[in-house]
């Protein structure tokens, strides 16, 4: 049985190894995914541990995701743009590879929900490590614009300026945005985590328009409620963005793509009974 775990603190709150367990039923690998707890100091020791014991991969989730790019021994380029690793591969000559799935996963959402972005106008709230990761995979899908808004403008202006060389990447301070001008809106920010909004104008919010909040939940999230009140044409959570993440990463380590669709209602029934 080949040996996969995600590392976390706290882990139990982890859907990481159900949805794992799912993926490799599906696709008919002998492999084991469970969940591990490691020290918040203790990330180097409890994965030098796991690939002595031989580990083939692992997830990495909070707190561990930056010790996880220091990690690595290589790191993919969207890994090194995220300045972040969520998944760990060991190569057959002993490399560590470091890559990160999280954009991917949010763009495959995307996709399967028939949302294009190409040509389109994007919306990024938020400019923490969640939107760092993302920016990437977006700007591959060639879209006409991407503008990044925060609470805090500056950390928006450094995102864009950090991606400027990879597509169209603007920040706009969030009082400025007035105009609904937008495709799809991607909430990345913690607001929701506590019933909160991202502060964007409901002068944005039109029926053409998709809202994607990652933050997600066994009823539908803040952000999302308050865009289908004002009549958002569709609106998603980031349930998909988490199967989504976890299919790149299996598909990374097995070679085999996993149906992320069938998973996510799978989850999403577990989750609200
Ligand atoms: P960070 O702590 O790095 O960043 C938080 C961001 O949220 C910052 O931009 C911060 O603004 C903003 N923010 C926090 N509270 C508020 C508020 N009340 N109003 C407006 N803005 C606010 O977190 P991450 O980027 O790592 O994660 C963000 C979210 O994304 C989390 O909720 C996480 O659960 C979710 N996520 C979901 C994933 C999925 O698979 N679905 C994957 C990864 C993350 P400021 O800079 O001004 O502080």
Redesign the pocket.
């Known amino acids: 049985m080949d040996k996969y775990v995600v590392f976390g603190n706290p882990i139990a709150q982890s859907k990481s190894p159900y949805i794992h367990t799912l993926f490799a039923r599906q696709t008919a690998q002998a492999m084991t995914y469970t969940a591990q707890l490691a020290p918040v100091d203790g990330f180097k020791a409890a994965a030098d541990d796991f690939f002595a014991s031989g580990g083939r991969g692992c997830n990495i989730t909070a707190p561990f995701k930056e010790d996880a790019y220091q990690y690595a021994s290589q790191l993919t380029e969207r890994a090194k743009l995220a300045g972040a690793v969520n998944t760990l591969k060991k190569l057959d000559d002993g490399v560590i590879l470091g890559d990160n799935t999280?954009g991917e996963?949010l763009v495959q959402d995307l996709l399967q929900n028939q949302v294009e972005l190409a040509g389109k106008r994007i919306l990024l709230i938020?400019?923490?490590?969640?939107?760092r990761?993302v920016i990437l995979p977006i700007l591959a899908q060639q879209p006409e614009q991407v503008v990044v808004t925060?609470?805090?403008l500056a950390?928006a202006e450094q995102l864009a300026e950090l991606f400027s060389g990879y597509g169209n990447i603007d920040a706009v301070a969030l009082e400025a945005l007035e105009e609904p001008d937008f495709d799809v809106i991607i909430n990345?920010?913690?607001?929701?985590?506590?019933g909160?909004l991202?502060?964007i104008s409901d002068k944005l919010i039109k029926p053409a328009v998709t809202c994607y909040d990652?933050?997600?939940g066994p009823k539908p999230t803040a952000f999302n409620h308050w865009a289908r009140d004002l009549g958002a044409g569709k609106t998603l959570d980031?349930?998909g963005?988490?199967v989504g993440?976890a299919a790149e990463s299996f598909m990374l380590w097995r070679g085999i793509r996993p149906g992320a669709k069938q998973v996510k209602n799978e989850l999403r029934r577990a989750m609200q009974e």
Do not use: E, F, H, I
């Open positions: 999280d996963g938020g400019a923490g490590g969640a939107a990761g925060n609470r805090t950390k990345s920010t913690s607001a929701g985590l506590s909160q991202p502060g990652m933050v997600y980031g349930l963005m988490l993440q």
